[in-house]
């Protein structure tokens, strides 16, 4: 029968919430094609994580390694490469975050099987692959199909599945670790935490968010009225960290923090899926964009489509006004 | 350090109009304007800072039209010293995995110590060009790379994670580096620059220079297969609010008092 395998991530003794995603569509995609859904973890002391895994899979494969205690590309191709080859499974699921995107397409070449990434819906048709993803920064959509395979591997988007609970009783597998050479290529050293200090905009109540669209860094001060006007703090998406507009503590998204506020006014950006994951949760969101094809008006509960510096002087008046 | 840069001439489309072709396959391409892949400028950049520090050369590499030559121009004029534009009617409809074998027969006989690409290109997005060409040319790679300090026959380098962490790997060299925006700040071109890149001489390579078949590139070389473009389905549209930028600011203003904002 074949398996549908969902490759787990962890990373500093934790489960990441992409693992429980993919294991919610990697469930449907088993029963539609009468398969199984089998968890993949791979690691050094990790029963902690297949027993949690087990409710959700019908089996969890395990490989626990001292050269698996931290992610690495190179021994994790290894193990995985081993894995299909010897149970080629219809389908590996893999999460498109930075650790699945160091490993999926090196081990898809290397393998020569057909690869789709930053999948958001999967689908069998007939035997072959169906993907949705995005181009253009999310402004279209793509149905794609991947070249009649055995086997496939996909990354897969976060949040674009819940992660069901179920109260499955999976058997955990342990497996032999092929590993047996040394791992020579690549060596992780260790993990840099983001320096503490700064600004906490996860603890604001209200964020007013800046995109590329305010042009210039002359134009800060604007809308950090704006902010003030409103009691809020100043956030932005990456572009403004990354011309150093803004200290890094301030930007929202993936790479950045994830916030909830009260209120979330983004003026200029764009959204793309990477910003997008780190503000849809916030109570209230309005967005300002000169394109009314922007894809932030897809998250947003009120949109204006105007020049934002024509309308940041106006509200910032019309919010002193209202507060007399 | 030689230094190979891949480099990707896609279209601007964050504040364009886009709109999807008769063949419901591919988006209108007129009216766009092109430039350099935005994580290709980083890694260009980052590139030719070695190169001042380090000596040695840069290359930059495209698959791309002829078009792409203004791409290629721009890396010029920011100190690479050779480009390469691999051209081909065949290597048209080529996803992440063909191009990265297009690219692959180019770089194998080059002399190299680094290649850098960018960790995505903002049109197709796929971020698999970068560790494939490292897969088919059997060398190691670090993707999403943030900084980078070059040692004897390695590189030790900051890859970003989730959230605002990092990691430090080091990789073997030769490798592959796919290279995330923000790692340095690239510079402006001088008018001198673009003038002496105007001179410089780009080469042009084609399917049979490279030794590929027809059916290793293209549609046919490729794991996926395009069906159809569609503008995405909304889930939650926005109410868009309308009028002058006055009375728009009065309605928000309203809103935001109404629910006890202000
Ligand atoms: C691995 C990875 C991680 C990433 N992590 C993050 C992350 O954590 N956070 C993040 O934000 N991004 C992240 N990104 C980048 C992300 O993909 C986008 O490139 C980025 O979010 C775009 O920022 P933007 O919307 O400000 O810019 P753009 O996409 O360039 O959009 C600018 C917008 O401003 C509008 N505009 C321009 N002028 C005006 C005006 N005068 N008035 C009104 N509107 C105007 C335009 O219409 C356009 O929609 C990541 C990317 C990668 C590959
Ligand atoms: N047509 C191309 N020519 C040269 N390099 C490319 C091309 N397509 C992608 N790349 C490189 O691969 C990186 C990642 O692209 P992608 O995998 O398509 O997201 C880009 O940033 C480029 O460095």
């Known amino acids: ?324 | 350090m030689d230094i190979i840069v891949c480099v990707k001439h896609v279209p601007e489309t964050a504040e364009a109009e886009i709109r999807i072709d008769s063949t419901g396959k591919n988006i209108e391409k007129t009216g766009l304007v092109y430039d350099i892949n935005e994580w290709d400028d980083y890694a260009v950049e980052e590139a030719v800072r070695i190169k001042e520090k380090l000596g040695g050369t840069v290359t930059a590499i495209t698959v791309g039209p002829e078009d792409a030559d203004s791409t290629l121009r721009k890396c010029l004029a920011r100190g690479a010293d050779k480009a390469i534009r691999l051209t081909d009617p065949a290597f048209e409809g080529s996803d992440g995995y063909a191009t990265a074998k297009i690219l692959y027969k180019a770089i194998k006989d080059m002399p190299f110590d680094v290649i850098f690409t960018g960790a995505q290109a903002g049109d197709d997005g796929y971020a698999m060009v970068g560790p494939i060409l490292a897969e088919l040319l059997g060398i190691p790679h670090a993707t999403m790379v943030k900084k980078i300090e070059l040692k004897d026959g390695a590189a030790k380098v900051n890859r970003e994670l989730e959230g605002g962490l990092e990691e430090i790997v080091e990789v073997k060299l030769p490798a592959v580096l796919t290279i995330q925006t923000g790692i340095n700040e690239p510079r402006y071109v001088s008018i001198m620059g673009i003038r002496k890149a105007m001179k410089k001489e780009i080469t042009v390579l084609g399917l049979s220079e490279l030794g590929l078949n027809a059916n290793e590139v293209g549609e046919a070389g490729s794991w996926i297969k395009i069906e159809k473009l569609y503008v995405p389905p909304v889930e939650k549209q926005a109410e868009f609010i309308e009028g002058s930028p006055e009375e728009v600011a009065a309605k928000i203003a309203e809103i935001l008092k109404a629910k006890g904002l202000i």
Request: charged residues 25%.
């Open chain 1, 1 to 324: 029968m074949a398996e549908i395998f969902v490759l787990a991530e962890h990373r500093r003794g934790e489960l990441r919430d992409i693992t429980f995603e993919m294991l919610t569509k990697g469930k449907e995609l088993a029963e539609k094609t009468n398969g199984e859904l089998t968890a993949v973890l791979l690691g050094k002391n990790v029963k902690e994580h297949a027993e949690k895994l087990s409710t959700r899979a019908k089996r969890v494969l395990v490989v626990e390694d001292d050269k698996l205690e931290n992610f690495n590309s190179e021994a994790y191709q290894k193990v995985m490469m081993h894995l299909i080859k010897e149970r080629k499974p219809l389908l590996t699921m893999i999460g498109h975050t930075s650790f699945g995107m160091d490993l999926a397409p090196s081990l898809a070449a290397s393998l020569n099987t057909p690869l789709a990434t930053d999948c958001i819906d999967l689908a069998f048709e007939n035997g072959t692959l169906t993907v949705t993803r995005q181009m253009y920064g999310g402004k279209v959509n793509v149905k794609a199909t991947l070249k009649p395979a055995e086997t496939y591997i996909v990354t897969v988007r976060q949040a674009a599945f819940p992660a069901e609970e179920t109260a499955l009783n999976g058997e955990i597998v342990e497996m032999p670790s092929p590993l047996s050479e040394e791992i020579a290529e690549k060596r992780f050293i260790e993990y840099v935490l983001p320096p503490p200090g700064g600004v906490d905009i996860t603890a604001a109540e209200v964020l007013v968010g800046i995109g590329r669209g305010i042009k210039d860094e002359s134009n800060i001060p604007l809308v950090e009225e704006l902010a003030k006007a409103l009691g809020g703090v100043l956030a932005c998406s990456r572009p403004i960290v990354d011309k150093g507009w803004l200290p890094n503590d301030r930007q929202v998204g993936t790479s950045g923090k994830t916030v909830k506020p009260k209120l979330y006014i983004a003026l200029g950006i764009s959204g793309a899926f990477q910003h997008v994951l780190g503000m849809k949760n916030s109570d209230l969101i309005i967005a300002v964009n000169k394109d009314p094809k922007a894809p932030i008006f897809n998250v947003a509960d009120y949109g204006i489509v105007e020049d934002l510096f024509k309308v940041v002087p106006q509200l910032k008046d019309k919010i002193l006004e209202l507060k007399g």
